[in-house]
DNA sequence: GATGAATGAGTATTCATTCAT
DNA sequence: AATGAATGAATACTCATTCAT
């Protein structure tokens, strides 16, 4: 007996997969229904409609990804201990939901995201926005602006992690340890 | 008598506007025949169909991007002046082709990219990869693979881009400065 | 305990409704199914398909109203009479099943009738056929073929029933009269 | 060489045959196509969509039904030469555009008319309002509302026509003098 | 060479119908 | 018996591509 509500779930996971690796305008519904083994129409029980589909999406994994990072936050440690928590929280949640954070990068500007996921995607950055300006008062962190910051590790992390999953790469212990250093020195600030 | 081929440049021209803009597919034929002023089967003539079209346009922006970078290449110089100038030239091209760049970001994994394409997306990586390489040698650079190094440079610097390109943040000689700075202090070996 | 079958019966009142609201066409089975609080399922354990219940809908009013006719019907009266009863049987029907005629009316020359709906109805008109001819027998009745006179009446109401329920028309005892001596002076002949 | 936008035409008349036959509802874009001998697309190129096509196809024959009627109307006869008139006018014009008025008449209170369309129906109602109330000012009409009036002529015309189109009755001279004469005694004022 | 009208395969979406519960 | 989740064929409409002019 499958578990309950499993074909929504179905198309969901497709539906990122499929998002991720060909973006939305080139990911027909036809495609999402066959490869969660659906009739397309049952996608339109669960979903008003294509653009309703990718917004869900996104909202689930942005609210998980943040969440993710919130989680056991080390509000007090020093602020490489917080740049860890940060930087590892976004290679636990790739390795748990394996398309979901270059997902949520390719469609973070997309014409069709409503209001809801932009004020969540708001938020999200919110949490690297708090910490970077946190860390410049202290002088910890290099005086560049938040959101160039923020450009900056995301840009790292997702292009590296395409890297990984062309199998050009091997996410070794060492190499994640290595680009969390490289990414460490770009932020903070060297005095 | 108007300039030879002006035609094909014409929708070369209004298909890298709209690519970048739109992405591939979300943009038709009948707008990038509207924009350059063509009537659609006039592209025909000169592309054999939209993938064509992308892959001209991809290959012609990335060996352009890839002879900025190697024109005056510093090879005597020490190895922050020869960052220097491939940073520098990612900017200059930037600037003088206002979409170029964004549209490479954009279109690289994607799913209609023929062998030659990736291949020469390839040779641009090359002049990154040789570059680490041998500061590794000396260690001047951090002991990661090449490819991680190039998708620290290329994901930071892309993703900057992305903001300025929204208008998110402002290109100030003090900003690039700055990011110059981050990304070299992300790849250099610090002893 | 509820009346037996009322589920088919709230079913056929639904869909008369609807019909003759929306026609056939722009009607679909789960509005009925809403309409009736029903199952959408269950309007197929009652109708093999959407065809055969409009059949059996058109074939149960037409033969309603075929009864309602030939009820307490004036034989021995005069022709005037006669086609009193016809007509105030018209609109009495019209008053006991409010959107019943309507339906029939826009329904009757439809392309999903089958014969036996299409039987019924000319069962129905052979009242009329009936009256009109026995009346050009005795030369009260204009010497037109009867079909024209059915055509003549039946339009006349039928049109005249539509402005009423579109609220253009109030359906007066006056106006009714008036249009009965009119459509009678169409067919009567004036010697 | 065909005659220039014959397709457009073509459209045109399939439409006119179609709608009138099964109703907009139930004709579809692929029917038109086919019976117009047209790829689907090509509708696309002449009207915006569905709706577009029914409202010019509607618009065109209510104004060209309403010339029909205001051309050498006899403004100076008599009211029967009037009535004549009118009601020579709308056999003249079924016998020229064969569907045109059954289409008309069963599309005129449909939810897809726009606002151009109900109006253009308002002015051909007009003639014959004001032929009615002119009329009954000289007590040569029956004193029943304008409305009321019109719905019987236009009831009776059409419902007669369905029969000559469907072959149960033949168009003679002598039948539509006939009916002419029943018309018009359903809406004469009787001393 | 250049055009744009014409096409039909392909898109998102709806809905009659089935069937496991 | 009754339900409503699931389906896929069918719908309105779009767009890459062709081809007569």
Redesign the interface.
């Known amino acids: 007996m499958p578990t309950l509500t499993t074909k929504r779930d179905d198309v969901l996971g497709s539906a990122l997969t499929l998002f991720a690796?060909?973006?939305f305008?080139?990911t027909t519904i036809p495609m999402i229904a066959t490869d969660a083994k659906v009739g397309a129409g049952t996608i339109y029980r669960y979903f008003d409609n294509k653009e309703m589909l990718v917004n869900t999406l996104f909202q689930h994994y942005v609210t998980l990804f943040r969440e993710t990072l919130e989680k056991d936050y080390p509000v007090e440690a020093d602020i490489r201990e917080q740049f860890r928590h940060l930087f590892q929280g976004m290679i636990r949640f790739t390795n748990e939901h394996d398309h979901a954070l270059y997902f949520i990068k390719t469609h973070t500007?997309a014409y069709f995201l409503d209001a809801t996921s932009r004020e969540q995607f708001g938020d999200l950055l919110m949490i690297f926005e708090t910490f970077f300006e946190e860390g410049k008062k202290h002088s910890d962190i290099?005086?560049?602006?938040s959101?160039?910051?923020i450009?900056?590790i995301?840009?790292?992390?997702?292009?590296?992690y395409?890297?990984i999953r062309?199998g050009?790469?091997e996410a070794t212990e060492e190499?994640l340890k290595?680009?969390e250093?490289?990414?460490w020195?770009?932020?903070r600030h060297?005095s």
């Not at 995301?154 to 590296?160: E, K, P, R």
Request: charged share 20%; proline share 5%.
């Open positions: 690796e060909r973006g305008d080139a500007s290099r005086p560049l602006p959101k160039a910051l450009a900056i995301f840009g790292s992390f997702l292009q590296l395409q890297l062309a050009e790469l190499l290595g680009v250093e490289s990414c020195d770009a932020v060297h």
